[in-house]
């Protein structure tokens, strides 16, 4: 191998450990908050008026408003990464992301300051909505644009293993926290250790981005002081994006984050049952993302993700009635929910570079990272809310099935439209 090649090698490691590193803190702060939500709803939502369905319905309102920020911290964030480079808008958006999470660890409750205590997280929810909303866009352009043409899926799979990491690091943490510490410790300073870790691990993520190169794709655009992208264009690519992740984000989500909560709530588990059912859950979707990304740049992105969407749609009622079932072994259940975590893998893995390969390289940070916040926001941060109160109101407990299912049969038809080849052409500037 050459000197240049070594060199070339170097930095495109590098550029997947930077871009990775903060989209892992992300999602491991996430997944705490949707792993510790009836805590959550119980120290910031809880009064004496209120219910323990109405506390968590709360939480998950807070839960989704910062996926409804995330369109307009990827408009803001994306308009500079497109502008100014993907380098300084990442660490921009690291700082922000870091220090909003921090502040979750050191949040009064509505023990300590009344009706302050919901407001005072919803805003720091914000805020991480904001930095989350940069985060995707910045990570998947740097990856991508830096990846050999032959290897993007490959390369965009990380994003989303790093994805399960985060929320597995999550699970893990908190299912020792519950297994170590008692009820009530949990409840009154358990909970925010997760949120603390977030800082050291900020921090080391700061020092990767910092050691990173710019992309040469952005360079290039840069110099040739190429037209702004075509905006209908680019709308028009975005609208297709949220169809072909819908699916992806429903079901992710549902699976791996919201199904704790249903667990305890509507089937009555324990707290570490539905934990380890969700650690399943997660080992399920990280075990496939990358051979499904790895797959994609082989027989291309259309065939890989359209056989997970529609896996979703055939198994996610006899998955949901297997969970239901007071008869069936553990066994049985914990084989389900791992079989549903690598069915949503087979989207995430060539998800990212399927987004990467329809926005040209002046909005690509902008569009991809649009079409991912927009698809979360109603898709992914809604799911706990409206599956939530939907139970609530129908007492229908087959309802994460119709949710999952419909959008992901959705998702089956806007990904039929993929072209066949498009994993095998460059990226467009």
Known sequence: MSSTARVEDRV?????????????????????????????????????????????????????LAFFFRPIGAAVFGRLGDRIGRRPTLILVLLLMTGSTTLIGVLPTYATVGAAAPWL????????????????????????????????????AW??????????AGAGLAAVLATTL?????????????FLLALPLGLVALWLRLRLAETPNFDRVKEELREPADKTE??????????????????????????????????????????????????????????????????GRRPVMVTGAALVVVLAFP????????GSSNAAKGAAVFGAGLVVGLMAGPGPAML????????????????????????????????????????????????????SAISVLALLTLRGDDHRRELRD
């Open 356 to 407: 990467a390969e329809m926005f040209p390289t002046r909005a690509r940070y902008t569009g991809l990272g649009l079409a991912y916040s927009l698809s979360n926001a109603v898709f992914s941060g809604s799911a706990g809310l409206i599956i939530t109160e939907l139970i609530k109101r129908t007492h229908n407990v087959d309802i994460p099935a119709y949710y999952v299912a419909v959008t």
């Open 121 to 156: 997280l919803t805003l720091v929810r914000a805020l991480q909505g904001l930095s989350a909303g940069g985060e995707f866009g910045g990570a998947v352009s740097i990856m991508t644009e830096f990846a050999p043409k032959t290897k993007r899926g490959l390369y965009g």
């Open 12 to 64: 495109d490691r590098r550029s997947l450990v930077a871009g990775t590193v903060g989209n892992f803190v992300e999602w491991y702060e996430f997944g705490a908050y949707g792993f510790f939500a009836t805590v959550i709803a119980a120290n910031f939502f809880s009064s004496t008026s209120t219910s323990d369905a109405e506390s968590l319905i709360k939480t998950y309102a807070s839960f989704a």
């Open 182 to 194: 008692s009820k009530d410790a949990l409840s009154d300073w358990g909970w925010r250790v997760p």
């Open 234 to 299: 680019v709308a028009k690519a975005i609208a297709l994006g949220i169809g072909r992740l819908m699916g992806w984000s429903a079901a992710g989500y549902t699976f791996l984050v919201v199904m704790p909560s249903y667990l305890q709530a509507t089937l009555h588990a324990t707290f570490q049952q539905a934990l380890v059912a969700t650690v399943l859950a997660n080992l399920g979707f990280a075990v496939s993302i990358m051979p499904a990304g790895w797959l994609s740049d082989r027989i």
């Open 159 to 168: 994003q989303s293993f790093t994805v399960a990491l985060g929320l597995l």
């Open 319 to 326: 998955l949901m009635n297997l969970l239901q079932d007071k």
